[in-house]
């Protein structure tokens, strides 16, 4: 599995907002407006290594929009990370909060830094020299950030600390959190959930089922969403084919089982060497009806997209296919649900976390789930019934109307 140059996400999210924009039609003051960032930070951050070095690390925070509330988004360490990156994916949570009517903006960070080379005192001091250097441009009212790649509900328990030590001692700054300090039920499992519950809404409408026979899905990418996707695909009744993570990919044409998977995982082994399975050059080289990239962005290539036999891809991971691999689908008649629309049910339910941290309680894990879907299926029906030339240009242009709908309501934009 690969990763494309950050530079290439920001060049695909920009074609498609433009393309948007020429569609709705909207005048250059508004145009400006929306390419434009709200705010960019650019930070460097000092960290005693345990050999008793120091490093700097450079860390990023931006907030695209505050159109219709804070910003929202999450935090990446990884080696990747760049302001490219970050500014395309805040960029992309403007217009998904706003596709799914959420009180929120578009907001993303993150530190270029490799966290399985960082010891966990490391990652501790790491979390909170980041934490130090954003916050006079973070909180619950201004942005709120999460957990993303290379960070965990862990890293938003420092996070919280080290706001608290500052003088913000508000647990509603982050999502994602753990349980006990005022976090969701329901939210690890949300966009893995959410993804399988809007494929399997799009394999309805599109009748791709052949009777009553279970449908064949390909998961690509078996960490935080792709394997909750696989085992809720599991649970309703469907067969995982194939699955893949930074090992390699496996494959039975009889089923997978994601709950033994996982605790062979648990016990130290390795995807790739799954005895219940073979390995196979790529993962959606397996027969199968759903696709499903839940990754990295761009790892779904034309060459992918000549050979998947699936008839629905769905965007488990921000941005995985790229434009010409879309422009080959469209070409095969391959439905996609994207990215802004498919994988929502994680901010949906960062969304309730957030709630309920302002109503000072928690609610059952069936309830947000409950509201979680709910508020997904919305979003779908919004979606498929828009006139659009593609469901992406749909969520796009919807999302999109929202947000200048907010600046004019602000009377930030009158054109």
């Known amino acids: 599995m690969t990763r494309t140059p950050n530079a290439g996400l920001l060049e695909w999210e920009t074609g498609r907002f433009e393309n948007a924009l020429d569609r709705l039609e909207l005048g250059s003051g508004t145009r400006c407006t929306l390419r434009c960032a709200t705010r960019s930070l650019r930070i460097e951050i000092p960290l005693i290594r345990d050999n008793g070095s120091t490093e700097v690390f450079r860390g990023f925070r931006v907030q695209h929009s505050l159109a219709l509330g804070p910003a929202k988004g999450g935090i990446r360490f990884h080696p990747s990370v760049g302001e490219s990156e970050v500014t395309a994916l805040a960029r992309l949570m403007t217009w998904k909060t706003a596709l799914h009517e959420l009180p929120f903006g578009g907001g993303k960070g993150g530190v270029v830094c490799d966290p399985h080379r960082l010891s966990q005192r490391e990652l501790h001091d790491l979390t909170r020299g980041y934490t130090v250097a954003i916050l006079p441009i973070i909180g619950p009212e201004i942005d709120v950030v999460a957990p993303d790649i290379g960070t965990s509900s862990e890293t938003m328990g420092w996070l919280i600390q080290a706001a608290a030590d500052a003088g913000q001692p508000n647990p509603a700054i982050a999502t994602g959190k753990p349980l006990i300090l005022g976090g969701s039920a329901f939210r690890a499992a949300s966009t893995g959930v959410g993804v399988t519950h809007i494929a399997l809404l799009a394999a309805e409408r599109l009748a791709i089922r052949a009777g009553s026979q279970p449908l064949r899905v390909a998961i690509e990418g078996f960490g935080s969403v792709g394997s909750w996707a696989a085992r809720e695909m ?22 997978i089982d994601p709950h033994v998977l996982i605790a062979w995982m648990h016990s130290g082994e ?20 759903i696709a499903i990239p839940a990754a990295f962005e761009g790892t779904f290539t034309a060459d992918v997209a000549a050979q998947v036999t699936a008839r629905l891809v769905v965007e488990g991971a921000n941005g995985p296919i790229t434009p010409d691999a879309e422009a080959i689908l469209a070409e095969r008649t391959i439905t996609v649900v994207p990215d802004l629309l498919a994988n929502g049910g994680g901010v949906i339910s960062s969304y309730w976390e957030w709630v309920q941290n302002h109503q000072h309680t928690q609610w059952a894990e069936a309830t947000e789930r409950d509201l ?44």
């Open 234 to 255: 599991f649970d309703r009744g469907e067969m995982i084919v194939s699955v893949s993570d930074v090992t390699g990919a496996i494959q039975n044409e009889e089923g």
């Open 270 to 289: 390795e995807l790739v060497d799954f005895p219940q399975a073979r390995r196979i050059d790529h993962v959606f080289a397996a027969r199968c009806e």
């Open 372 to 415: 979680t879907l709910g508020r997904l299926e919305r979003s779908f029906d919004r979606v498929v019934e828009a006139e659009a030339t593609s469901w992406r240009s749909a969520a796009l242009m919807l999302a999109i109307r929202r947000v200048v709908d907010g600046l004019h309501a602000r009377g930030t934009v009158a054109n």
